[in-house]
């Protein structure tokens, strides 16, 4: 009785805890996890306890958890940051305090006192994606087709003056990088590349991060410089300026014009020196049509305009960015794909690439995750999403009933409709592949046990 009475006065006080612990025993199983923890890795003391630690968490290659190095090591450390991932792909990053547990100088276990840094550690990480290092440079840039071949070189010729640049493509076509590869290339390199996406913040909040603001100019409101002044000297990379509002268009066409800011709640202007380099996803015409955009600030930064074409266009680049993500995920993997097989490359060309490269790009790295052993990227590691828009866009049989149906007093029920449609797209599919199960529950992206549940269902084991 007074063991139970302890033992639960042990847990409230561990679970009252304003600051995680997490402890393992000798095997490496979790023993003790509090509610704080729980709070702060987004996990369920189901999901943890009695489990061994590698079985729910994943660190980094170059980290090792610092609760097993306690644990094999006999290591103490303090106050030392540490990021991994739940089981779930949730990065977290704490600071910890962790010691083995010695019984009669035994190391019978490990524990870990955590506080949770993981929201600061985001912020200051997109503090210093948005202000700091440029990666890119021209020779980041893909492609051996006559169009991109083009703009790279409008595009460096804009590196040797400071005139305003504007970019304009659809999403994914890669405009941040091209703004970068302008600020590497010219004298400015030296000097701040910061970025600021235009859609990604309301209208009030966007308006003192651009221009600052000044202490009492309303409540909470301190001395802070806003990116213009931040980029001073350097470049200032306005994305999706056709969600800007048109109010704070004005504004900035008059920074434009007058190379100075006045920080809100100020009454003094402060020069700037910043090249702006702007990016739009809609033909500027029709965003002026349809007041996305204001006509003077459109001729103001358009003294140099870059089109970049969209990937459906340029499908002879298709290889060679291939070719470039492969090598980049084989070296942040760890792996030794060689290539792509024929009849993924085949059903690349024939696709259409809404989300353009940036899509490409996932497409690949999705695939190289489902790869095992395997060189070469093969048809069924491709991700199911992409399958489908590509399978239903070679043959769509719901478009192909309509064809035969077109008469609109056949028309039957939507249900009826979708049944039939499935029906006859999956006899097509067991067609192509002979009828094995296997090849065919490949090609659809979907279970041998899915698939032959529906077969049976549709009344097709018969091959009718």
């Given amino acids: 009785m007074h063991k139970t009475f302890l033992s639960e006065v042990f847990k409230?006080?561990?679970?009252?805890?304003?600051?995680?612990l997490h402890v393992i025993d000798e095997n490496g199983q979790t023993i003790v996890y509090n509610k704080k923890m729980m709070?702060?890795?987004s996990m369920e003391l189901m999901d943890v306890i009695d489990k061994n630690l590698l079985e729910v968490f994943k660190f980094k290659s170059?980290?090792?958890?610092?609760?097993?190095?306690?644990?094999?090591k006999g290591k103490e450390t303090k106050n030392v940051k540490q990021t991994y991932f739940n089981n779930k792909g949730k990065e977290i990053t704490t600071i910890n305090n962790t010691f083995p547990l010695l019984i009669n100088g035994e190391i019978r276990g490990a524990a870990e006192i955590a506080r949770d840094v993981t929201k600061l550690e985001k912020l200051i990480?997109?503090?210093?994606?948005?202000?700091?290092?440029?990666?890119?440079?021209?020779?980041?840039?893909?492609?051996?087709?006559?169009?991109?071949?083009?703009?790279?070189?409008?595009?460096k010729r804009a590196t040797r003056t400071s005139s305003s640049v504007l970019i304009i493509g659809e999403t994914g076509t890669?405009?941040?990088?091209?703004?970068?590869?302008?600020?590497?290339?010219?004298?400015?390199?030296?000097?701040?590349?910061?970025?600021?996406?235009?859609?990604?913040?309301?209208d009030n909040l966007l308006e003192s991060i651009l221009f600052g603001t000044k202490k009492g100019a309303f409540t909470g409101s301190v001395d802070y410089p806003g990116l213009f002044e931040q980029a001073d000297g350097g470049t200032l990379l306005l994305d999706e300026i056709n969600s800007l509002n048109i109010s704070l268009q004005a504004k900035l066409l008059r920074v434009l014009q007058e190379?100075?800011?006045?920080?809100?709640?100020?009454?003094?202007?402060?020069?700037?020196?910043?090249?702006?380099?702007?990016?739009?996803?809609?033909?500027?015409?029709?965003?002026?049509a349809n007041g996305h955009l204001r006509k003077d600030l459109y001729y103001r930064l358009g003294v140099v305009t870059l089109f970049i074409p969209p990937l459906r266009n340029r499908?002879?680049?298709?290889?060679?960015?291939?070719?470039?993500?492969?090598?980049?995920?084989?070296?942040?993997?760890?792996?030794?794909?060689?290539?792509?097989?024929?009849?993924?490359?085949?059903?690349?060309?024939?696709?259409?690439?809404?989300?353009?490269?940036?899509?490409?790009?996932?497409?690949?790295?999705?695939?190289?995750?489902?790869?095992?052993?395997?060189?070469?990227?093969?048809?069924?590691?491709?991700?199911?999403?992409?399958?489908?828009?590509?399978?239903?866009?070679?043959?769509?049989?719901?478009?192909?009933?309509?064809?035969?149906?077109?008469?609109?007093?056949?028309?039957?029920s939507l249900k009826k409709h979708l049944k039939e449609a499935e029906k006859s797209y999956l006899k097509k599919a067991l067609e192509i592949n002979s009828h094995n199960i296997t090849k065919t529950a490949e090609m659809l992206g979907i279970s041998r046990q899915s698939l032959q549940y529906r077969i049976k269902k549709m009344s097709l084991d018969n091959k009718q």
Avoid at 62 to 72: G, I, K, P, V
Avoid at 128 to 155: C, M, N, W
Avoid at 369 to 392: G, Q, W
Wanted: with cysteine; hydrophobic share 40%; glycine share 4%.
């Fill in 12 to 20: 409230q006080i561990i679970d009252g805890m304003d600051i995680g």
């Fill in 62 to 72: 170059d980290q090792e958890s610092t609760l097993l190095q306690a644990l094999h």
């Fill in 315 to 412: 499908m002879e680049d298709i290889e060679p960015l291939v070719e470039s993500f492969i090598a980049a995920y084989n070296s942040l993997f760890q792996m030794e794909v060689k290539e792509v097989e024929g009849e993924v490359l085949s059903s690349f060309y024939q696709y259409d690439w809404p989300g353009n490269v940036r899509e490409l790009e996932h497409i690949v790295e999705g695939a190289m995750n489902l790869i095992m052993d395997e060189e070469s990227i093969e048809y069924a590691h491709l991700p199911f999403h992409y399958r489908n828009k590509f399978m239903f866009k070679q043959a769509n049989p719901i478009q192909m009933a309509a064809k035969k149906d077109s008469n609109p007093e056949k028309i039957t």
């Fill in 174 to 202: 890669g405009k941040e990088l091209f703004a970068q590869s302008i600020h590497n290339g010219s004298a400015r390199s030296a000097s701040p590349f910061v970025s600021q996406n235009c859609a990604a913040i309301p």
């Fill in 39 to 41: 709070q702060m890795e």
């Fill in 125 to 155: 990480r997109n503090n210093a994606a948005r202000k700091g290092d440029t990666a890119y440079t021209f020779e980041s840039i893909i492609g051996e087709s006559s169009l991109i071949k083009e703009v790279i070189e409008h595009a």
């Fill in 259 to 288: 190379r100075s800011i006045r920080r809100i709640g100020d009454s003094k202007d402060i020069p700037v020196d910043v090249r702006i380099i702007a990016t739009i996803n809609e033909d500027p015409i029709e965003a002026i």
